[in-house]
């Protein structure tokens, strides 16, 4: 076998393997589209079902959820059953790690939380439902002054 003859199987190699990898980013990107799909199907059923508790529900309004409903049994026949994400899709608050170190004496017993944020208190009946903010946390990084001599 020449050398011409091995770059050509080895062309035809990485063009199958490009080939394969191209088909596999394709059903991901279905998935994910049919995902957003049914998130806003979801989003939909829920304003109506809202409508419908608070009173201002419309006249179309049982019809249009019966065909959300059944467009929802389709995807899930085809894509499988539908898990409720706990977290708004919309939401604009960015990802955030806490490291909240304990009372023990050792550091191995420090414990990490993702996305720790402090839970709101009920207003007292006649306070002000005006959302308190959390005073930044104050440590870790020494202030520069804070080396003696000849310890850095």
């Known amino acids: 076998m020449g ?47 809202y409508e419908a508790q608070v009173g201002r529900g419309g006249a179309g309004d049982q019809g249009r959820a019966a065909d959300l409903v059944e467009q929802l049994r389709q995807y899930e026949a085809e894509y499988g059953q539908i898990g409720v994400d706990p977290a708004p899709a919309a939401s604009s608050a ?26 709101p208190a ?13 005073s930044p946390s104050v440590g870790g990084i020494p202030e520069s002054g804070s080396f003696g001599e000849g310890e850095l």
Do not use: C, H, W
């Open 94 to 119: 960015p990802m955030t790690s806490t490291f909240i170190p304990s009372a023990g004496p050792e550091p191995e017993t420090s414990s990490f939380i993702e996305n720790a944020a402090p839970e």
């Open 122 to 134: 009920a207003p007292a009946f006649g306070a002000s439902s005006a959302p308190t903010i959390p």
């Open 3 to 49: 050398l011409m003859d091995k770059v050509k199987a080895q062309a035809t190699q990485v063009a199958a393997k490009a080939q394969e990898a191209g088909k596999v980013g394709q059903a991901k990107l279905e998935g994910v589209q049919a995902k957003r799909k049914a998130d806003s199907l979801l989003e939909e059923l829920g304003k109506i079902s």
